[in-house]
């Protein structure tokens, strides 16, 4: 049985903190698809679309890796794409206790498994909410931007 992960989040921008966890998630699974998710309740700096590219082109040549979006619950989406896994990750005691919450949520409503993975070091402080901030005034936020390989 393959082993699917989706890999949900607004990603407004996706960030070498994201591309982390996905690069450390891919020993784990054998797809992992990035769910661009649209939440009508955050000011999006991105249209949708625009992020699907961006990580699409980024991992352009990855057979093992799938962009798309969505607007609905995440278990709902996994039972679309086959997937048994969410894969997240964590940089604080309070993104632990956010995502515990919604793990068990997840597992009573759909028996997915949420695969929760630290946050490399170096990636801790960079947030996309951070990382917008510097965009809106004009900052370089180069270094917190994954390049394509």
Not at 43 to 68: M, T
Not at 83 to 101: P, Q
Not at 121 to 129: D, N, V
């Amino acid at each position: 049985m393959k082993k699917i992960a989706i890999f949900p989040g607004s990603f407004d921008p996706f960030t070498v903190g994201h591309a982390s966890i996905v690069r450390r998630g891919l020993p784990l699974f054998d797809e992992i698809i990035i769910a661009v998710g649209v939440n009508e309740n955050k000011r999006a700096l991105y249209e949708k679309d625009d992020r699907v590219e961006f990580i699409e082109e980024l991992y352009e040549g990855e057979p093992r890796i799938r962009v798309v979006s969505y607007s609905d619950l995440t278990i709902d989406l996994a039972r679309r794409e086959g997937a048994k896994f969410i894969l997240r990750g964590l940089r604080s005691v309070k993104d632990f206790e956010y995502e515990r919450d919604i793990a068990a949520m997840n597992q009573r409503l759909g028996d997915i498994e949420t695969i929760l993975l630290l946050t490399e070091p170096e990636y801790q402080s960079i947030s996309s909410s951070v990382v917008r901030e510097l965009i809106r005034f004009g900052r370089d936020v180069s270094d917190f931007l994954p390049k394509k390989q």
